[in-house]
């Protein structure tokens, strides 16, 4: 493949996604729905959280989507004691030289896995706050600039309560979607152990015959085609109608942030683009929206001792939501 990538059209968009997802079948059974989702924060150039129990093939799953992309991939494994010199580095005393030289840290990769990311305090956490919202880094004063295609893909455990912190709000906004990662269904489950029962080890995506179908111009030309799906102002009146209905609703005490309106907006059009559309229609939206919501939203006390669930909350707003035509 060459370095460089002449405009791509939509047409090349989906074709390049279909490869993506036929690659990234060559090692992971099942889980469509959470890879469509990907690949929407790809193209729109999100960061997603995963949440599920373990053994659901989160961290498999990233580094498979990263061998398929080509992309430089990193793992943090998060804990209690973790530093955010041990995410982003530090600039380290050479005596050779009498000067500092900077010590990258893993935060330095194209898509970067935080495996676990509530099991370390918010102090760390934090360190994740300037890359994922700017793409860069400040270490003593001095920038450093992360990869065009820098994302975060992390990853969260919901069933184990002891060790972990919460992730502050504003955390939780950098993330374009949260994505509850499901047990496979019996047919799934069947396939994965006929296919992985005999191994020894966590296999790795490259022996099991994954490889890169893109590169970094080809990525570049297919994030730039986003420009040619027109979001109508009826679409962006339905969207901010949508995100603005979250604070008005009695069983929520925080809503969704202007941020949400516009990352749901771009998320949108990139669900286009993978469907060959040059234009946003209100189901694009209406499937995104949960995912792009629902890790925003606070349950009231009153709702929250009713049971309700955020999902079915947002899926009212969605109903409720008249749709232009």
Known sequence: MTDTQPEMSLADVGTLAAAIRAEVAKAVVGQDEILDHLLVALFAGGHVLLEGPPGTAKTFLAQTFATTLGLD???IQF????????????NLFNFQTSAFTLTRGPIFHELLL???????????QAALLEAMQERRVTLDGEVHALSDRFMVVATQNPIESQGVYPLPEAQLDRFLF?????????????????????GRGAPKPADLGVRAVTHPAQLA?????????????????YIVRLVRATRESGDLVVGASPRAAVLLAGAA??????????????DDVKALATSVLRHRLMLSPVAEIEGKQVEAIVAAMVEGTEAPR
């Open 73 to 75: 991939f990193g793992r």
């Open 79 to 90: 804990t209690p004691d973790l530093m955010p010199g041990d995410i982003l580095g530090s």
């Open 114 to 124: 935080a495996d676990e990311i509530n099991r370390t305090p918010p102090k760390t």
């Open 178 to 198: 949260k994505l509850l990662v499901a047990y496979p269904s019996a047919e799934e489950e069947a396939r994965i152990v006929a296919r992985y029962g005999e």
């Open 221 to 237: 030309a297919a994030q730039a085609s986003l420009a040619q799906v027109t979001l109508a102002d009826t679409i962006v009146d």
């Open 269 to 282: 059009r990139a669900r286009a683009a993978l469907d060959g559309r040059e234009y946003v229609i209100p």
